[in-house]
């Protein structure tokens, strides 16, 4: 590509305003993010994920008997036709998890009751399907990593919440309060998170006319790659390495000699701390202490004060949620999956707030090759 730089032009679109949102904002001097007006940090310490998924798909705090009625909508839909669990043993061995999903989410689609939607602005059938979409989330990713494994799928068990029914799919058995509470903080801190790059992709393809799942699945190819959710997958990759806290002080300071990116630190909007990182740093270490293993909270305390000193760098929420995740005994390649189970509550907000009021996005570009070239037959060319 050409170095020529235009006026107009923001590589990346970095700066460009995209479209205007009520989902999310965030305050970059203040390392705040905020979901409908409110702080995450309160969202994740004090509420639970399904307040949160309510809250982004129905744009206020339910009452009680709201988040009851919620609760029991999810339940009653967290199973999956079983025409997705083949699916999903239809991949090839090998296949990237992020592909499982895309293959259940696509499968699933023809599988909504709603499926036949005439008008697919409908806001009252965009919510009822990312309600399905939401409800079906930790089936599907615990069905692709058993199935990828060898193993059956566990069915959904009722009464159980969302960051429970994973954990009870996962491993075949109920955790414990605490462990419960650590992957639910997780998943409101994951939910939402403005114009990135999978939403914004996952906009885009709403914005055809197209459907809710297609924009669920172009979010999740979109997710996959490491410059976007893989990076917790990869900064708990970097703390194995790292090994001890003995060993992190050397480990990051030659890492940052030889110009190494450190996984899990800074952000391209937050430039003094991603507040996300708090709350989250707090309940990792504390499931640390609880489980009598410090050591990954050792580490990352060593790792934060040297990129602090040398870089001024803040570690970003990937970087707690991989210790925390890692210590809650949850396979690595199931990182990034997570980050879709919580997320689609954000691509289906914003999925259903584009559709509300659509206009096809479809930017305009500067074109740089050859114009007016003669045809040559194709025998004499
Ligand atoms: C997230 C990220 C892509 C943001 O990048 P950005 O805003 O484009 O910032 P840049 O990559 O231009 O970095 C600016 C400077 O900070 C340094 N820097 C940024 N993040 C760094 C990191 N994680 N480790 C080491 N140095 C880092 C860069 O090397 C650069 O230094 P220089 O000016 O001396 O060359 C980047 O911080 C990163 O790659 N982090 C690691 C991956 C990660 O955790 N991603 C998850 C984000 S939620």
Redesign the pocket.
């Known amino acids: 590509m050409s170095a020529t730089t235009y006026e107009n032009y923001s590589p990346g679109l970095q700066g460009v305003i995209g479209g205007i949102t009520s989902v999310s904002k965030i305050t970059v001097e203040e390392s705040r993010l905020e979901y409908r007006g409110y702080n995450v940090h309160d969202l994740a310490s004090k509420g639970s994920f399904e307040e949160t998924a309510y809250l982004l798909l129905k744009g206020k705090l339910p009452t009680q008997a709201e988040l009851d009625e919620f609760n029991a909508t999810l339940d009653a839909e967290r199973a999956i036709p079983s025409q997705v669990v083949d699916a999903l043993r239809a991949c090839a061995p090998g296949t990237h998890p992020m592909d499982m999903l895309k293959a259940a989410y696509s499968v699933l689609a023809g599988y909504d009751p709603e499926y036949d939607q005439e008008d697919p602005t409908d806001h009252e059938v965009n919510v009822r399907k990312a309600i399905r979409i939401l409800a079906k989330a930790p089936a599907i990713v615990t069905a692709a990593y058993r199935v990828a494994n060898g193993k059956d799928p566990i069915a959904p068990k009722s009464g159980l919440r969302t960051a429970a029914n994973f954990l009870y799919m996962l491993h075949g058995e109920e955790q414990d309060e605490y462990t419960e509470l650590v992957m639910d903080a997780s998943l409101t801190l994951y939910a939402e998170h403005t114009f990135n790059a999978s939403t914004f992709a996952c906009r885009v393809t709403v914005a055809t006319l197209s459907d809710i799942y297609s924009g669920i699945v172009t979010g999740i190819g979109t997710l996959k790659g ?3 959710g893989g ?2 997958e ?2 708990m990759a970097m703390l194995l390495e790292v090994g001890s806290p003995e060993n992190a002080e050397a480990w990051i300071r030659d ?2 000699a030889t ?11 937050y ?1 003094v701390g ?1 507040g996300r990182a708090i709350y989250l740093t707090e309940v990792a270490k504390e499931i640390g202490r609880r489980k009598g293993n410090t050591k990954w909270g050792d580490i990352a305390d060593i790792m934060e004060k040297v ?1 602090r000193e040398e ?1 001024n ?1 803040y570690p ?4 707690p949620a991989a210790y925390a995740y890692y210590l809650l005994g949850i396979p690595i390649e199931l990182y990034t999956p997570i980050f879709v189970m919580a997320r689609v509550s954000g691509w289906s907000a914003h999925a259903i707030e584009q559709l509300d009021n659509n206009r096809l996005i479809r930017p305009s570009c500067i074109y740089e090759g050859d114009l007016d070239k003669a045809y040559v037959e194709i025998q004499n060319r």
């Not at 970003?316 to 970087?319: E, G, I, L, S």
């Open positions: 490491p410059l976007h990076a917790n990869e900064a890492a940052l110009k190494k990116k450190i996984m899990g630190f800074g952000h391209r909007e430039k991603d990129m870089k760098i970003n929420v990937d970087f």
